[in-house]
């Protein structure tokens, strides 16, 4: 039988996310439905990763509240650092 359903290339994902939990379970449950996802638990983290080149997201999905870097803030240097979609919660 031949296989007419092509596997598209997911999404890269930066997710940032102070809780642990919150955080590890929305990246296991991407990462198994096939998403690269890498993981921050705070916004200067982010940034490092974003930095050092060691993430190139074309989606970002961040917590608005964070203790330090946050907010509207962060918002501004992640997109001086990343062209990325940004989503906020």
Excluded: W
């Amino acid at each position: 039988m031949l296989d007419f359903i092509t596997q598209k290339e997911q999404p890269t994902v930066l997710l940032i996310d102070d809780d642990m939990v919150s955080r590890e379970v929305l990246a296991t449950m991407m990462t198994m439905s096939g998403y690269d996802v890498h993981t921050a638990e705070a916004g200067s983290h982010a940034l490092e990763l974003l930095g050092g080149g060691a993430c190139q997201p074309t989606i970002i999905l961040m917590d608005v509240q964070m203790p330090g870097l946050s907010g509207l803030k962060l918002m501004e240097k992640l997109r001086e650092k990343s062209k990325a979609r940004l989503y906020v919660d």
